[in-house]
């Protein structure tokens, strides 16, 4: 989606919040047809995936509205925004731990990626309605090849891109791992049994904490990693 959206200078070439608005309605609509079309696992994750596209048309358009609100206090006000996009993330796991769709064992699931869905689809109508770009708001930016190169060959820009994917690959295996850890924990500190541990975090792991961390272990000692 971050390619695409590149590619065709959609953030310069569209309002900002006219690209973020079909963007969260786009992803809404590919998150609601996995469990209204009710397929197998194949168009499921063809369905996520185009999700996931779609909010390359979210995430970007999102911090260049809000730049254009900020002068002095830029990094406020993106701090704010991926704080924001944290806790949006972070939102369907406390659907799943509140009692709002049922409960004993895991909660309906489907119920959840619609409640999200509608969620998306209000911010897209919000956005619409009620934001607009801000006094420091520049002139679009032309396209140019050049740029792509420069990401590798300018020193600072290339560093900071390093940076940040490294910071992707920690940030998503925390959460991946998150919730092993932390329902492991509850369950030893006898807060709960294993399934309202599963009912709360939306996640029952499938292997004990102590063989997990041993067989991970055991992965990089095999490769001369650890």
Same mark, same amino acid.
């Given at each position: 989606?971050a390619?695409?959206?590149?590619?065709?200078?959609?953030?310069?070439?569209?309002?900002?919040?006219?690209?973020?608005?079909?963007s969260?309605l786009?992803?809404?609509?590919?998150?609601?047809? &996995?469990?209204?079309?009710?397929?197998? %696992?194949?168009?499921? &994750?063809?369905?996520?995936?185009?999700t996931?596209?779609?909010?390359?048309? @979210?995430?970007?358009p999102?911090?260049?509205?809000?730049?254009? /609100?900020?002068?002095?206090?830029?990094?406020?006000g993106?701090?704010?925004?991926v704080g =924001?996009?944290a806790?949006?993330?972070?939102?369907?796991?406390?659907?799943?731990?509140? $009692?709002?769709?049922?409960?004993?064992?895991? %909660?309906?699931w489907?119920?959840?990626l619609?409640?999200?869905? &509608?969620?998306?689809?209000?911010?897209?109508?919000?956005? &619409?309605?009620f934001?607009?770009s801000?006094p420091?708001?520049? $002139?679009?930016?032309?396209?140019n /090849?050049?740029?792509a190169?420069? =990401?590798?060959?300018?020193? %600072?820009t290339?560093?900071?891109?390093?940076?940040?994917l490294?910071h992707? /690959?920690?940030?998503?295996?925390? /959460?991946?791992?998150?919730?092993?850890?932390?329902g492991d924990?509850? @369950?030893?500190?006898?807060?709960?049994?294993?399934?309202?541990?599963?009912?709360?975090?939306g996640?029952?792991?499938?292997?004990?904490?102590k063989?997990? @961390?041993?067989?991970t @272990?055991?992965?990089?000692?095999?490769?001369?990693?650890?």
């Amino acid at each position: 989606g971050a390619l695409f959206s590149a590619l065709f200078n959609l953030a310069d070439r569209l309002k900002a919040r006219y690209l973020f608005a079909a963007s969260a309605l786009a992803g809404s609509i590919f998150n609601a047809a &996995i469990p209204l079309l009710d397929t197998g %696992p194949e168009t499921a &994750i063809a369905l996520r995936m185009l999700t996931g596209v779609s909010l390359a048309g @979210v995430y970007p358009p999102g911090m260049k509205i809000m730049a254009t /609100w900020c002068g002095k206090d830029r990094g406020l006000g993106i701090g704010l925004l991926v704080g =924001a996009l944290a806790l949006g993330s972070a939102l369907p796991h406390l659907l799943n731990g509140i $009692p709002l769709f049922g409960s004993g064992g895991m %909660p309906p699931w489907r119920m959840v990626l619609l409640a999200t869905s &509608i969620m998306a689809a209000c911010g897209g109508l919000i956005t &619409i309605l009620f934001v607009k770009s801000g006094p420091l708001e520049g $002139p679009p930016a032309p396209f140019n /090849w050049r740029f792509a190169a420069k =990401a590798f060959t300018h020193a %600072p820009t290339r560093l900071a891109n390093f940076g940040y994917l490294g910071h992707m /690959w920690e940030l998503y295996a925390m /959460w991946a791992w998150f919730f092993a850890f932390f329902g492991d924990s509850l @369950v030893r500190e006898g807060f709960m049994d294993t399934n309202r541990a599963a009912q709360m975090l939306g996640f029952k792991a499938q292997t004990p904490l102590k063989e997990g @961390v041993r067989e991970t @272990v055991h992965w990089y000692r095999e490769r001369n990693l650890l």
